[in-house]
């Protein structure tokens, strides 16, 4: 995706991103609490649609700062970039995968959320590079299958993005395990791919426990389409 830069946030956007600002800034407050980052590390941004640019060219990214403790996260604090990963406003350097959510979201337009977490469980199946077998109803639920493994790449440019969308891009998976690095999820929303982030360690951490154990039992492929498709077409409120 190529377009001329943005080099300030337009007027008919400042709302909407002064709103995504405060939902990650809130957001973000979910990863420690939920024990799926350390220090400084993890990441949540959203997309920000801007429906004067239909082709998407005109949407923009929140993200938090490079190194912020979460300690020190606030909306003021949060940083906005275009889909090229350039940034458009605030005072800091931006994450250090921003290439990799911007690159998301300018070849999945359908994503409006992203996360990064180093979470423990998920991020040992990624260092053996094997995807979690869908051996849980919850799985199922959520991911639609298993969760997939993503290739090896190095941070810095939009290579992990490359990797997250080769594999993400026609699966029903809202995960990715990026071999030797972590997991990443998307969502419709932040707070969808939140969600995602929290299933994705809770299925890694059950399934680690049961391999242990013994050989887990698969689930029907059958059974499984069914249960994706009633959790998300007919559970919950609507």
Request: glycine share 8%; with cysteine; aromatic share 6%.
């Amino acid at each position: 995706m190529t377009n001329t830069p943005i080099t300030e946030v337009p007027a008919h956007l400042r709302a909407a991103v002064d709103a995504a600002k405060q939902k990650v800034a809130d957001l973000h407050a979910e990863l420690p609490r939920w024990e799926l980052v350390v220090w400084t590390a993890g990441n949540v941004s959203e997309r920000v649609r801007d429906d004067r640019s239909p082709d998407g060219t005109g949407d923009l990214l929140v993200i938090k700062p490079s190194g912020l403790s979460y300690d020190d996260i606030t909306a003021e604090a949060m940083v906005v970039c275009d889909l090229e990963g350039n940034l458009v406003e605030g005072d800091r350097a931006p994450s250090s995968d921003t290439a990799a959510h911007a690159y998301v979201y300018a070849h999945m337009p359908e994503v409006g959320g992203v996360v990064h977490t180093h979470s423990t469980y998920a991020t040992a199946w990624a260092a053996r590079g094997e995807e979690i077998p869908c051996v849980l109803t919850m799985m199922a639920d959520e991911f639609g299958g298993p969760v997939p493994v993503g290739p090896f790449a190095i941070i810095g440019d939009d290579s992990i993005g490359r990797g997250i969308v080769e594999t993400l891009r026609g699966s029903r998976s809202k995960a990715v395990l990026m071999q030797n690095h972590g997991p990443f999820t998307i969502g419709g929303d932040a707070k969808a791919a939140v969600k995602a982030a929290v299933l994705c360690e809770e299925v890694a951490r059950a399934v680690h426990v049961s391999c242990q154990l013994g050989e887990p039992l698969p689930i029907a492929q059958e059974h499984v389409d069914a249960l994706y498709d009633r959790y998300q077409n007919v559970y919950g409120q609507r």
